[in-house]
């Protein structure tokens, strides 16, 4: 899919809290605001009717949605689809994505099976909705198809849902600032908690771009949103965007197929074909890419970052090799407003664990803006895939199946 690089133009501004929600809420509306500021004007009014909005309309509120449900017993299953566990990405010196042993879990069961499954299930509504053939039943199907998706292209961007590690970091006690904490958690809220509560107070100021800021809803975040577009998208990003949403060319069938592979194709259809006999050369063996949507290949140097950062080296060896724990069965965000809360107000205490609210991590990881990035990418993966979706392809501006501001 080809994004053409987005023109905005914003100023900037912030607040000083003294906590903020989990990656699970904060991280992702603020990919959510970010792709509703970068999609045609024809989408929003067919994403707002499919939403069943009544009233004003955004994205950031139904982002979550995903996780708040798969508690019901309806949506346990969906557990799953949250994240992507690769068996071979430890040692760090590895990092394979995935190795020799494959994927964790059952096949297709995963957030990159998930962004695929749930783009096609849209892809064929809005078919359905061209020739006015949908019912109530297909609306609805649409519905939390697009809750999903918003929610698993979120989920993507953030490294610890692409590794199987000690359950995505979950297990491994760390500590930040002198309180104790998880790895995930730290990633999910802890680093953006930080990060708005220092952010510099010009960026409190409206942008003056009243058709930017009316996706703004008057959040806590928000200047934290003004900075990310500000010094990032239309900054330091600027350059890169168009390579944000590059698929590669897939490689020559023939050259990759063994004849059984070449007849399965010939008679079921490539897609098909290659899912039945498990090829492992298209989407690491996921079969989710192609060159429009390619999930696998936007997650692997994501999926890098765990071997590269994420991970502290130090974790591997004494003493910290040896106070992890496994406390929990999920692999998936836990962090709530509550123990957001609970860590910023308690009292600091020596522990055992590592510290990482230091200049070598945390400190590296603002200078590099690495979870800036990873929301940027989020918004403007998340805004391709629906302008392509649900974009009027008749308009000129669309040629490249993208929008410019």
């Known amino acids: 899919m080809r994004f053409s690089q987005v023109s905005l133009i914003f100023a900037a501004g912030s607040t000083i809290i003294p906590y903020v929600s989990a990656w699970g809420v904060v991280g992702h509306e603020v990919v959510a605001t970010v792709a509703q500021m970068h999609l045609h004007p024809s989408v929003m009014p067919i994403l707002c009717d499919i939403l069943n909005y009544k009233g004003d309309c955004h994205l950031a509120p139904v ?89 698993f292209i979120g989920d993507m961007h ?30 999910d809220g802890l680093l953006i908690a930080k990060r708005i509560r220092t952010i510099p107070s010009n960026y409190t100021r409206p942008l003056p771009l009243p058709q930017v800021e009316s996706h703004l809803r008057d959040t806590i975040y928000d200047p934290y949103i003004r900075r990310i577009v500000w010094e990032g998208i239309l900054g330091k990003y600027e350059d890169e965007l168009d390579s944000w949403l590059s698929c590669p060319a897939e490689p020559s069938l023939h050259l990759l197929q063994t004849h059984w592979e070449q007849w399965l194709s010939w008679t079921f259809g490539r897609r098909i074909g290659s899912w039945i006999a498990g090829s492992p050369f298209t989407g690491g063996g996921l079969n989710t890419d192609d060159e429009t949507l390619c999930p696998y290949h936007w997650a692997t140097p994501i999926h890098a970052l765990n071997c590269q950062i994420v991970f502290p080296k130090a974790l591997d060896k004494p003493p910290y090799n040896h106070v992890s724990f496994s406390g929990t069965d999920e692999h998936a965000c836990n962090s709530s407003n509550t123990a957001l809360e609970v860590h910023w107000t308690s009292r600091p205490r020596k522990n055992p664990y590592l510290e990482l609210d230091t200049p070598e991590y945390s400190g590296a990881i603002e200078d590099a803006w690495i979870v800036e990035k990873l929301m940027s990418q989020g918004g403007i993966r998340l805004a391709a895939v629906l302008n392509w979706l649900f974009a009027d392809m008749k308009d000129s501006t669309l040629s490249n199946r993208t929008y410019t501001l």
């Not at 783009?119 to 809005?126: A, F, G, N, R």
Request: charged share 25%; aromatic share 10%; hydrophobic share 35%.
């Open 63 to 151: 982002a979550t949605w995903a996780d708040k449900v798969r508690g019901l017993p309806q949506y346990r299953w969906t557990a799953p689809l949250h994240y992507i566990g690769a068996t071979d990405d430890y040692p760090s010196e590895t990092c394979a994505f995935p190795g020799e042993k494959g994927w964790e879990g059952r096949r297709n069961i995963n957030v990159l099976s998930a962004i695929r499954n749930t783009t096609s299930v849209l892809e064929d509504y809005m078919d359905l909705r061209k020739a006015g053939l949908t019912t109530e039943s297909d609306d609805d199907t649409a519905q939390v198809a697009l809750k999903f998706l918003i929610h």
């Open 158 to 187: 953030m490294p610890l849902h692409l590794t199987g590690r000690d359950k995505g970091g979950n297990g491994i006690k760390v500590s930040f600032d002198s309180r104790v904490t998880n790895l995930h958690s730290l990633w």
